[in-house]
C-alpha cells in the first residue's frame, strides 16, 4: 500500500490533500517521492522559518533528543527556562507559559483573561474578538473564531463572546463594558486573508482595554517570530498587548506554543491553575531558543524587511504585467497577501504541477509566507513560476 492509499484507508479525513507526499526537505526545497522538486512558498503554513532540515536546529534537535526529552513539568527544565528569557528578554514580556500548539496557547490566554476578571471581582467575563479572524479549533479559541464555518454543528460555543468588526474600533465601542474581561486580536488576520490591523485600531484597542480593565491578547501564532521582519508584528504598531500567544514557527515544526505576559498578568495562573504535560519539554524548548537565537539577530530581521519588500515588488510587477489576476497586494514582511481575481483553486494545482507550492486562504487570497531564509534568486524563481501558472490559470 502506498502513502495515499494508506492515508485513504487509515487516516480520518479531516482535510482535503493534494496528492504529493513529500519525502525530503532542503531549505526552501522539497522533494516529492518521484524526486520531483517543488519550491516552497508556503512553509509548512509559517511554521519552518528557517526552511526545512536546518542544519543547527536538525542538529539541536538530535543533541537533545539523545540527551533528554522529557521529565514533567515537577521538575526544572533548562532549555525552557533559556527560552522564555530570549523571548521575554526580546518583547514586552514578563513571564511564560509554554504549551504545545497555537490554539492551545490561545485557550489558556482566554482562561487567563476569564481568572483575571475573577481576581478583580469584576461583574462579568465577556470576551470581545473579531469577524473573520482565527484563533484555531479548541472550544475556546473556535468560540472567538469570528468565521462561522469553523464552529457550525458544534454549538453550543464558549457563551459570552462578542464580535466586533476589524479595523473599525466604533464597533468595539458598542460592545465593551465593565463586562469585558478580555479582548482578543490578530496583528494581521492569516487564515482571514493577510488583513494588517491598522495602527491607530490598536492604539485604540489599547485605550479600551486599559480604560475597562481588560486583558489585551495579541494572537501572533503566524505573526510572531520574525514572520513581519520584526520578531513580533506588535512592534511595527507601537502597542504593546498584556498577553502574546505563539506557536507556528517558535519550533520550526517541532509542535510548541507559549503565552507571554506583561507584568500585570503574569501573575495570574497560580500554581494548580493551568498546566500542560508536553508543555515546554526539553526536545520542543531546545528547538526554540535555537530558532530564537538566529531569527532575533538585527540583520537577519533587517534581511526579511528588504526580502518582502523585494516580493512584493515582483508581486505588482505580476499585477501590472496581467492586468485583472490580481486586484490588490498587502501584508508586511514575508507575510504577503493577493486578492486573485482568479480561480485560486485552480492557480495552486498549476503551480504543485509547476513546482511551486503557495497556498490560497480568506475568500480567493494567495498567501506568500515562504521561509526566512529564501534568496532573491529563489524569490525570482517563484516569481516566474507563479506567472507562468496564473497564465495558464487563465487559458
Ligand atoms: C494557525 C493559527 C492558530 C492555530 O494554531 P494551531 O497550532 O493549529 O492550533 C491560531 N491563531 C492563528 C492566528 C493562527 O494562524
Redesign the pocket.
Known amino acids: 500500500m502506498n502513502t495515499h492509499e494508506m492515508t485513504e484507508n487509515y487516516v480520518m479525513k479531516t482535510y482535503n490533500r493534494y496528492p504529493i507526499s513529500f519525502v525530503k526537505g532542503e531549505g526552501c526545497y522539497l522533494y516529492d517521492e518521484n524526486g520531483k522538486k517543488y519550491l516552497d512558498f508556503l512553509a509548512g ?2 511554521v519552518c522559518n528557517l526552511g526545512h532540515s536546518h542544519k543547527e536546529i536538525a542538529e539541536t534537535i538530535c543533541k537533545q533528543a539523545k540527551t533528554l526529552i522529557h521529565t514533567s513539568n515537577l521538575f526544572h527544565i533548562k532549555p525552557q527556562a533559556e527560552l522564555a528569557k530570549l523571548i521575554c528578554e526580546n518583547s514586552f514580556g514578563s513571564k511564560v507559559f509554554f504549551c504545545n ?4 496557547a ?1 485557550e489558556g490566554a482566554i482562561k487567563l483573561a476569564r481568572r483575571y476578571a475573577f481576581e478583580r471581582g469584576k461583574k462579568g467575563y465577556e470576551i470581545i474578538a473579531f469577524k473573520n479572524s ?5 472550544f475556546a ?1 473556535v468560540s472567538v473564531t469570528g468565521q462561522g464555518k469553523y464552529n457550525e454543528g458544534f454549538g453550543p460555543m464558549l457563551s459570552d463572546v462578542k464580535f466586533a468588526e476589524f479595523n473599525n474600533i466604533d464597533s468595539v465601542k458598542k460592545i465593551i463594558s465593565k463586562k469585558t474581561c478580555g479582548i482578543i486580536v ?1 496583528p494581521i488576520q ?2 482571514g486573508g493577510i488583513i494588517p490591523a491598522e495602527k491607530e485600531f490598536l492604539k485604540e484597542l489599547r485605550n479600551l482595554a486599559n480604560n475597562y480593565d481588560a486583558v489585551l491578547i495579541f ?1 501572533e ?3 510572531g517570530i520574525g514572520r513581519t521582519g520584526k520578531l513580533f508584528a506588535y512592534q511595527h504598531y507601537g502597542v504593546e498587548p498584556d498577553v502574546m ?1 505563539l ?2 514557527a517558535l519550533g520550526n515544526g517541532v509542535p510548541i ?1 507559549a503565552i507571554v505576559t506583561n507584568e500585570r498578568t503574569s501573575q495570574i495562573l497560580k500554581p494548580g491553575l493551568h498546566a500542560s504535560t508536553f508543555g515546554g519539554n526539553f526536545l520542543s524548548t531546545a528547538a526554540g531558543v535555537k530558532v530564537m537565537e538566529i531569527i532575533s539577530d538585527e540583520k537577519f530581521l533587517k534581511n526579511v524587511e528588504a526580502k518582502g519588500k523585494y516580493l512584493t515588488e515582483k508581486l505588482k510587477e505580476i499585477k501590472n504585467e496581467l492586468q485583472g489576476t490580481i486586484s490588490e497586494i498587502r501584508g508586511i514582511g514575508l507575510m504577503i497577501g493577493a486578492i486573485l481575481k482568479i480561480d485560486g483553486k485552480k492557480l495552486v494545482e498549476k503551480a504543485l504541477k509547476n513546482g511551486l507550492i503557495i497556498n490560497v486562504t480568506g475568500e480567493n487570497v494567495l498567501r506568500l509566507v515562504p521561509p526566512l531564509t529564501i534568496t532573491q534568486q529563489e524569490i525570482d524563481e517563484g516569481i516566474e513560476i507563479l506567472k507562468e501558472s496564473i497564465k495558464e490559470t487563465l487559458s
Open positions: 503554513i509559517a500548539s497555537g490554539a492551545e490561545n482565527f484563533h484555531g479549533r479548541t479559541s490578530e492569516g487564515e494572537d501564532v503566524q505573526t500567544t506557536a507556528k506554543g
